[in-house]
């Protein structure tokens, strides 16, 4: 505990966001820093208390509650106040491979399991975190450490992602041999595409992947395997498999009018915005053109808030984000007290823009899409909708949601964006390596461990658990390297 009286003396202090009008002009990052000297003491306000729940990563009440990677903050925190950087990158990357993405990403579940928390304002972990990690870059705590020792064991990570580039980074480390396979023309996985520009620049990911190179790892762009490479021509190359190949599967919106044009699934959306801005800062135009048109995000999620701020900066008309599900109290209910996940009405960035730009929230909740209207060229125009309410159903002793008649409704469109989520790994991967799927369409491991129901295939992040976060995914990763690496030690 660096400054024991420190939560009393000092206010919670985050660094400067770029207003919305100013930000939408282009897709820089625009999450500012403290001074170092403004950041040290946020470091100060960290409690030492005890049963420090931000970085105990355990489920309550179904969510997770504090940092999944159990990263060391109250010991960070306190060399952050005391200005010893280098020490305090010492004991962030003893957890943490890839602070720089979290610290970017992460929707920080170590604060709202803060103790501080309780009756005031969170440590401002997250952006301590940031702050420690770009320290440690730009005065060169960050080396590449390849292996004094190979062992000759060699792996194949299907996947580069987050949970495949800390799985490789840490499997590499132990002097096996790791190649890493990505089907699209760069590796990042949904790091690099999934993600806008505007929330993890692209030049942190390639920052990163120039030290995994240094240390040895090799990265393969452009294969897709399952397609381009056989099971079997990896078995003759490889002593393990590793699928970190996420849940890419979209759930689809299977209504009438569902072939007019103009709908794309919001991963596809996002992607091709991406991949445009980093092949030639968009002059090439590879991408659907929202430009003073009518669009419609159908999912509240993060990735449709993404959608959201990706459709400002490209000059949509108008915006509207449906959601099925109600809206979230302003503050935390009741039946959900701390350390728990906080179930509260949340307004990102894409929405914050929105507001600022149309003068409303996009948002528009239990509701959904009940029809797609198109021309007579089969150009989507509008949606149909409809309002919903939460009806007990006495013999599935559950609550579902059903139409509220006489509350239908169209809205203009010429661009609708799907975000509805992922219904788990594509159905190719399972053809390929014959892998069981579980009841959510995720790959199926055995009891306690990461290993498919196939012999020497291991699987972590998304397409084992589902659509996830980041952190989840870096933590599945560090956890099956640790069990490859000692399949070979029996």
């Not at 959608?307 to 900066?313: K, L, M, N, P, Q």
């Not at 579902?400 to 159905?427: C, M, S, W, Y």
């Not at 291991?458 to 589902?466: E, N, S």
Request: charged content about 30%; aromatic content about 8%.
């Amino acid at each position: 505990m660096g400054k024991p009286t420190g939560f009393l003396e000092y206010e919670r202090k985050t660094g400067d966001v770029t207003e919305p009008s100013v930000r939408i002009q282009n897709f820089l990052e625009f999450h500012q820093s403290l001074s170092l000297e403004e950041q040290q003491i946020q470091g100060a306000r960290c409690m030492d208390c005890g049963v420090p729940f931000c970085q105990s990563g355990m489920m309550i009440g179904n969510m997770a509650s504090g940092c999944p990677l159990n990263n060391l903050i109250p010991e960070w925190n306190e060399l952050v106040y005391f200005g010893n950087w280098e020490k305090a990158y010492e004991r962030l990357k003893k957890t943490s491979e890839f602070p720089e993405f979290t610290s970017r990403v992460c929707p920080a579940l170590c604060e709202n399991a803060c103790t501080c928390g309780i009756h005031g304002s969170p440590v401002a972990t997250k952006e301590n975190e940031r702050a420690v990690i770009e320290y440690a870059f730009e005065h060169g705590f960050v080396k590449a450490e390849p292996p004094k020792v190979r062992t000759g064991k060699k792996i194949a990570i299907i996947g580069s992602g987050p949970a495949g580039l800390t799985a490789g980074a840490i499997l590499n480390r132990r002097g096996h041999e790791v190649t890493i396979y990505e089907r699209q023309d760069r590796i990042g996985g949904l790091l690099r595409y999934g993600i806008p520009n505007m929330k993890l620049d692209k030049s942190v990911i390639d920052r990163r992947l120039e030290v995994l190179k240094e240390e040895g790892v090799v990265f393969k762009t452009g294969v897709n395997v399952g397609i381009d490479i056989t099971l079997e021509q990896l078995k003759k190359s490889y002593d393990r498999i590793l699928l970190a190949c996420g849940a890419s599967n979209p759930r689809d919106i299977a209504v009438k009018g569902r072939d007019a044009k103009g709908i794309y699934f919001a991963v596809d959306f996002l992607s091709a915005v991406t991949k445009s801005l980093l092949d030639s800062e968009r002059k090439d135009k590879a991408y659907p053109e929202v430009k003073g048109k009518d669009v419609v995000v159908i999912g509240g999620g993060d990735t449709g808030n993404d959608c959201v701020g990706t459709a400002i900066r490209l000059g949509a008309k108008s915006i509207i984000q449906i959601e099925m599900m109600p809206k979230a109290p302003e503050q935390r209910a009741e039946n959900n007290p701390w350390p728990e996940w906080p179930k509260v009405c949340k307004t990102d960035y894409g929405q914050e823009e929105a507001i600022a730009v149309f003068g409303t929230d996009p948002r528009i909740y239990e509701t959904t899409v009940t029809e797609f209207l198109k021309d007579d060229a089969g150009n989507v125009t509008g949606v149909k909708t409809v309002r919903l309410k939460s009806v007990w159903k006495e013999e599935k002793k559950r609550n579902e949601l059903v139409p509220v008649e006489g509350t239908q409704d169209i809205r203009k469109a010429q661009v609708v964006l799907i975000a509805a989520g992922f219904l788990g790994t594509e159905p190719y991967i399972r053809d390929c390596f014959g892998v069981e799927l579980n009841e959510r369409t995720s790959i199926k491991t055995k009891k306690d461990s990461y290993e498919t129901t196939v012999s020497g295939i291991y699987c972590a992040g998304d397409c084992k658990r589902g659509q996830s976060l980041v952190v989840w995914a870096m933590r599945e990763g560090r956890d099956v390297a640790e069990e490859i690496d000692g399949s070979f030690m029996r």
